[in-house]
């Protein structure tokens, strides 16, 4: 009897630790529930058009450094009646690897008018856009956005997410002086705080002293 109350207990523990984060990680939603979120690798909404491997909810998961330096931020955008909106955080490498195989499955164009009209998908991997290691899989990169808190719309920053193009890098002169000033600040904030941008995307940020330098993840998000 003891025995098979031994083995109960093993089994409960075990399963609780399977459920739960690697140490350093957290649900960004329990550090600061007010950041909103949109995964879209958890959809279809996104360059490839189907849900990535990996993400199975739609939550944020990030290291408890990011997570924390996140919070930071938003309370000093909620004054403005503005709030961070997170496209993508922590990803695994699971995931990483379904964009590899996706770029290499040339006739796969699905959203190609909307994500890369004017890129062959052939040069994707050639442009930087599609690599086999990914900052994100360290888990203190994220991909964002500003919200209005009254209205819940975007702030305009003159490309979409995750559009690959010049339009996306956070400098292009191609869109107006609004966008541009949104982007401006988007970074001024993000820099100000602790994180490094991707000088390709406008939505991209790192945290300079991330807790991670050279691990990649694996683990899925649920």
């Avoid at 459920?19 to 957290?26: D, Y």
């Avoid at 909404?45 to 849900?51: A, K, L, R, S, Y």
């Avoid at 924390?68 to 961070?84: E, G, V, W, Y």
């Avoid at 990169?141 to 500003?146: A, I, K, S």
């Amino acid at each position: 009897m003891k025995k098979i109350a031994f083995g109960l207990l093993f089994l409960i523990s075990f399963v609780a630790s399977a459920q739960g984060l690697p140490k350093g990680f957290v649900y960004l939603s329990n550090i600061d529930a007010s950041i909103q979120k949109e995964l879209r690798y958890v959809s279809t909404n996104n360059f490839i058009g189907q849900p990535i491997n990996g993400y199975h909810k739609d939550l944020v998961i990030v290291t408890k450094e990011t997570a924390h330096a996140l919070k930071k931020i938003q309370q000093h955008l909620l004054k403005d009646n503005l709030s961070l909106k997170i496209f993508d955080a922590y990803r695994p490498q699971q995931a990483v690897d379904h964009f590899v195989k996706w770029a290499k499955e040339v006739n796969d164009t699905l959203r190609k008018r909307e994500y890369y009209p004017s890129v062959a998908k052939s040069d994707l991997f050639a442009q930087g856009y599609i690599a086999s290691k990914s900052g994100h899989t360290r888990g203190s990169t994220v991909d964002l956005t500003l919200v209005h808190v009254k209205t819940n719309q975007e702030v305009d920053m003159g490309s979409t997410y995750d559009f690959f193009g010049k339009a996306s890098h956070p400098f292009y002169k191609g869109i107006t002086k609004i966008q541009q000033k949104n982007r401006l600040f988007l970074r001024t904030v993000m820099l100000k705080n602790g994180f490094q941008p991707y000088e390709n995307e406008w939505w991209h940020f790192t945290l300079k002293k991330e807790p991670f330098p050279k691990t990649y993840f694996n683990f899925p998000i649920k």
